[in-house]
């Protein structure tokens, strides 16, 4: 008895080991309060009055680290760990992240854009983000460097009556990096397995980047015939921050 009592005890703890390693994937899921995003048709109200109707919405999400439930972290190759998330791209909206080490994770660090030190770097620090951003409208092309967000579409409000077009574009402006960083925790957590590859949905509210604690009106950035413009200046700190308000993890799913 004693035999079988030590022999199912080493069953229970091999049992019990987390080993090896696995794959976890990020969905962006891009919503305007509490609606699923639809671009170009639907009509998307602030609570500044204004009605939008978003045409584009883009960012780039960069380092991320993934937290277990014991505190330690996986961070992801940071050469390898910049994505554009695109609304109009359904494939670039889920991220899959392959050779995570096993472990029970409960929340995931990001950032939007790129970071100065990894920019400095040149090219060869963000793998393939240059050859993906270019044709994805995702550099400046006046200054040099990345748009971290791209948000544009038409917009209305009680003083401009006639659809009018906006674009808001976020990223390193003169002395100011306007780069940020997302911690969300899981209600539940992501059991990152070698046979067991969690799926960890993001709602991503988009209505944040102008109408957050910031309030953004676009009726007071309109340059007439040029549409609503923010690129630059005092506005864009204030979005920056708003990003951090932007994301909720809804739940995890663990296949």
């Known amino acids: 008895m004693a035999i079988a009592l030590t022999f199912a005890s080493c069953s229970n703890d091999n049992d019990d080991t987390i080993s090896g390693e696995g794959t976890i994937g990020l969905e962006f899921d891009?919503?305007?309060?509490?609606?699923?995003?639809?671009?170009n048709t639907q009509t998307n109200t602030t609570s500044q009055g204004e009605n939008l109707k978003i045409a584009e919405v883009k960012y780039i999400v960069s380092n991320i680290v993934l937290t277990k439930e014991d505190g330690t972290t996986f961070t992801y190759p940071k050469s390898e760990s910049y994505f554009i998330v695109d609304e109009s791209n359904e494939a670039s909206q889920m991220i899959e992240l392959e050779n995570v080490p096993a472990g029970n994770y409960t929340k995931v660090t990001f950032?939007?854009?790129?970071?100065?030190?990894?920019?400095?770097?040149?090219?060869?620090?963000?793998?393939?983000?240059?050859?993906?951003?270019?044709?994805?409208?995702?550099?400046?092309?006046?200054?040099a460097g990345y748009k971290f967000v791209k948000f544009e579409g038409m917009f209305t409000s009680s003083t401009v009556t006639t659809e009018t077009s906006f674009m808001v574009h976020t990223g390193k402006t003169g002395t100011a990096y306007n780069y940020t960083t997302i911690t969300l925790n899981f209600p539940t957590k992501a059991t990152v397995r070698t046979n067991v590859a969690p799926d960890v949905h993001i709602f991503a509210d988009v209505a944040k980047i102008i109408d957050g604690t910031n309030k953004i009106k676009l009726t007071d950035n309109n340059m007439g015939g040029m549409g609503a413009m923010i690129m630059g200046g005092a506005n864009l700190p204030l979005i920056t921050s708003n990003l951090s308000e932007m994301f909720v993890v809804n739940h995890v799913h663990n296949d």
Do not use: K, R
């Not at 891009?30 to 671009?39: C, E, M, T």
């Not at 950032?111 to 044709?135: C, K, M, R, T, Y």
């Open 111 to 143: 950032g939007i854009g790129v970071d100065e030190e990894q920019f400095n770097l040149g090219i060869s620090g963000q793998g393939d983000l240059l050859a993906n951003a270019d044709p994805a409208g995702m550099l400046w092309s006046w200054s």
């Open 30 to 39: 891009n919503v305007f309060g509490s609606s699923n995003l639809i671009l």
